[in-house]
């Protein structure tokens, strides 16, 4: 049955060095989503795309945080440098766009990758 | 600013029992809402989608019910099961906001 990929599902590693995850959005969805998870915040989104252009990304921490989507079976989420505060799980949905082509319709959620920055 | 509660926070029960959550939002300018499931150390798993035009939406033995007019929706879990456990989020989308955001969940526990 369809459904989102991430990898890795748990990654381990030391302040300051560049982290890279990535997700597959289920074939003809053409909406992506990054969102964190933490005890503290709960889920927040940091990124959306539409047919791969970014069309938000307020929620995300510009100076180290970036998102890409090189084609529409792939979308990257990077950190650099890493802190230990990135710490978190990070999750990737997918979706089809509403009728106005906004992101207001189903989102299914990939199984999130779990990060750990020491 | 969207604030999304839910109550209770936690819950455990016999299985067997009929369960409301409840699930209330402060901006009453939604276009749909979500019920997800999130079982420990997974991701999210859509249970019901709800437009602001609809009621109500059923699926199995799970039914989800909004008033948007007043900022509420319940999820209604009947003859609830030990599979049931897990923490149930809610999540409006805000037309302001342009996104869902995100309760901070009622997890529940149903017991044998």
């Known amino acids: 049955d369809a459904r989102v990929t991430q990898t890795p599902r748990h990654k381990v590693t030391e302040m300051g060095q560049e982290v890279t995850m990535r997700c597959q959005p289920i074939?003809?969805?053409?909406?992506v989503f990054w969102y964190r998870q933490t005890m503290m915040q709960g889920l927040e989104l940091l990124a959306y795309?539409?047919?791969?252009?970014?069309?938000?990304d307020s929620g995300m921490p510009k100076d180290r945080f970036s998102a890409e989507m090189p084609d529409a079976t792939l979308a990257t989420l990077k950190i650099q440098p890493s802190e230990p505060r990135d710490s978190a799980v990070y999750f990737c949905?997918?979706?089809?766009?509403?009728?106005?082509?906004?992101?207001?319709?189903?989102?299914?959620f990939g199984p999130g990758t779990r990060l750990t920055v020491l | 600013k969207q604030e999304v509660t839910q109550i209770p926070a936690a819950l455990s029960v016999p299985e067997g029992e009929n369960l409301v959550l409840n699930c209330s939002f402060t901006?009453?300018?939604?276009?749909?809402l979500q019920w997800f499931r999130q079982d420990p150390g997974k991701g999210l798993t859509s249970l019901l989608l709800i437009q602001s035009s609809q009621r109500e939406q059923t699926s199995g033995r799970l039914n989800a019910s909004l008033d948007k007019s007043s900022g509420r929706s319940t999820l209604y879990i009947a003859a609830s099961q030990p599979g049931d456990s897990a923490t149930y989020l809610c999540a409006p989308f805000s037309g302001g906001y342009n996104k869902l955001i995100f309760g901070a969940g009622t997890r529940l526990a149903v017991h044998p």
């Open positions: 795309f539409r047919n791969r252009a970014p069309l938000d």
């Open positions: 949905a997918s979706g089809t766009p509403g009728t106005s082509g906004g992101p207001r319709n189903e989102q299914f």
């Open positions: 901006d009453s300018a939604i276009y749909n």
């Open positions: 074939l003809g969805h053409n909406t």
